[in-house]
Structure formats: C-alpha cells, structure tokens
C-alpha cells in the first residue's frame, strides 16, 4: 500500500524525519509517499497557524489522494483532519489523534510533552476536541529557545525525558506520547529512559493507517463526514476546487 505522509508546514528536514522514523514501523510493503507545504510556516505552533495550515493540507490531499491509499496529516494536533475526512474518500489519520487512541490502548491516562511552550494551548484543544480531556494527565513543554527543528530532540532529550518523568511521578500518566513532529523517532531512542510507555506518533498513525486500508472501509454517503454536495468556488487551488465543485 501506499500511504501519504503530508507535512503541512515547509520544513522538509522535519519531513524527511517523519519518514525515516514511519518505516522504521511500517510493514513490509508499505511505501511512505512524502509531501511537504510549499509556503506556510516553518512549524506551527498557534492555532491561527493550524487554521492556515488545515487549508494547505487540504490542497496537498485534493493534489494526491488519488495516487495513494491512505494519508497522514504530518503535524502534530491535526489541521485540516475532520475536513479531510468529509472530502476524499481514503482514510485519513492525525499524528495527535492516532498518538492519543494508542495511548488510551496502552494506559488510562496520558500526558503529551513537547519541545516548546507556544504548543501548549493548541495541543490542549486538540485533547478536548477529540473528546479525551478526561484521559489527559496534562501537556508538559520546554521553556526557551532551539537552535532548529530538525535538531531540537537531539539538543532537548536530556530535558525532555526528565519532563516525561515528572508527568509520571507528579501527573500520574500511565502512558507518555512525545507530541510534535520535530520529535519523531526519538520515542524508541529515549523508552529505557521512562518507566511506562511512549508513544511516537508517526509510528502510530503508520500503522493505524495500515489498519484502515486492511480494514476497507467504505466512504460514508450518510451522517456528517459524507462528501458535501458540490458547490462553486472561487480562487481555490485547481485541484481543491475540483474535489468540491465535484468535477474531479
């Protein structure tokens, strides 16, 4: 199968980490296709960047959806996911969402830590809007500057596994999920260190993925995440525009 690993900001080294650290846990015979935004931000990290970043991931999905299986929206806190859902026809899987499902699978209580504070506030809307509030210990996140992305969980592991710590001792999380997409791979590197598990999200949402496309399920024609009936447009990306005109 072909699954899509869609990064809606411009950071293609951060891109190329998602995909080493995806294959690691991919099975045989999965290909990660990858695609990152051509404008944008760097990362987001506020929700009026993860609106912006939702109707990038958007154009990136009506461009490719129909070369591949499954999608993953790339960034941690899912812009643009609920959408997605309503207009293609794949399956398409969050990073935070996949992340969160598999933690619940695995304890009953989760706490995310980050590698910057401005993620905070997003990540915790993320919880709630997925309706998991109640199995949150809480997000934790650095404090201070990084010298770049692509490099922040080599240049943070040491603190960020002392802040995985204390959401164990102090929060009492069963499980911990190293939020942010700068961070993949780092889980399996850094599990020795932290007495319950971690999640990586990009490994969960690979496989997730690799779940849903087994699993064949059908597009809705009913209930809310059905496809809109089509409606005009103006000054959309040509492809986006397609899918929702319903000339596609």
């Not at 999920?177 to 993949?184: N, R, S, T, V």
């Not at 990586?200 to 809109?228: M, N, W």
Request: glycine letters at 10%; one cysteine or more; charged letters at 20%.
């Amino acid at each position: 199968m072909n699954v899509l690993v869609l990064n809606p900001n411009t950071s293609a080294d951060v891109t190329d980490l998602l995909v080493a650290a995806g294959r690691a846990a991919a099975a045989p015979g999965t290909e990660l296709v990858s695609a990152t935004a051509a404008y944008g931000v760097p990362y987001i990290a506020t929700r009026a960047e993860a609106q912006i970043g939702g109707a990038i991931a958007l154009e990136m999905l009506a461009e490719r959806h129909a070369d591949v299986d499954a999608a993953i929206i790339a960034a941690f806190g899912d812009p643009g996911l609920l959408g997605a859902r309503e207009l293609f026809d794949i399956p398409v899987v969050g990073l935070a969402e996949a992340a969160m499902l598999t933690a619940c699978m695995l304890g009953r209580r989760f706490a995310i830590v980050t590698f910057a504070q401005a993620l905070g506030p997003w990540y915790e809307d993320c919880v709630a809007m997925l309706g998991l509030a109640g199995r949150c210990a809480g997000v934790r996140a650095l404090g201070g500057p990084f010298r770049a992305l692509s490099s922040v969980q080599g240049e943070k592991e040491g603190l960020l596994v002392d802040l995985a710590l204390r959401a164990v001792e102090e929060d009492g999380a069963d499980v911990i999920i190293l939020g942010g997409a700068p961070l993949a791979g780092l889980a399996p590197r850094v599990a020795d260190r932290v007495p319950v598990p971690l999640v990586d999200p990009i490994a969960a949402a690979v496989k997730q993925a690799e779940a849903l496309v087994a699993l064949s399920p059908r597009k809705a024609t009913a209930g809310t995440f059905r496809r809109p009936a089509p409606k005009t447009t103006t000054g959309l990306a040509d492809a986006l525009a397609r899918r929702i005109e319903h000339r596609d």
